[in-house]
């Protein structure tokens, strides 16, 4: 069952998380061009994209995933993957996915 607190979770301690993960592996946000995140619902992707400081609608391949799809868990990041392979080549990714007890898991790609 999704909690109702899982947007106000992300937004009270995603960034400082992110950061920890960001700072650990010598990267920093601003060097992505591109996420691919976790689709938790709409009020998630909007706590998302306020703690990555991108606009809103920003996350649109989280977003459709999300409408066509619904929320499968964590591993609905790879939904999101999947619609964004195009650009994974060409573009800096930072994947970010949810799990349980409010844990987070990111991945950097690289382009080629």
Do not use: W, Y
Request: charged share 25%; net charge neutral; proline share 4%.
């Amino acid at each position: 069952r999704f909690a109702q607190s899982i947007p106000t979770l992300v937004a009270a301690d995603f960034r400082n998380i992110l950061d920890s993960f960001l700072k650990k592996n010598d990267l920093k946000l601003k060097d992505f061009e591109a996420f691919a995140c976790h689709p938790g619902g709409a009020k998630v992707l909007d706590a998302l994209e306020d703690a990555l400081e991108i606009q809103r609608g920003d996350l649109a391949d989280s977003r459709s995933v999300l409408q066509d799809f619904g929320n499968m868990s964590a591993v609905t990041v790879m939904f999101v993957l999947e619609r964004m392979k195009k650009a994974l080549p060409t573009q800096k990714t930072l994947a970010t996915a949810l799990g349980p007890g409010f844990s987070c898991a990111f991945l950097a790609f690289e382009p080629a």
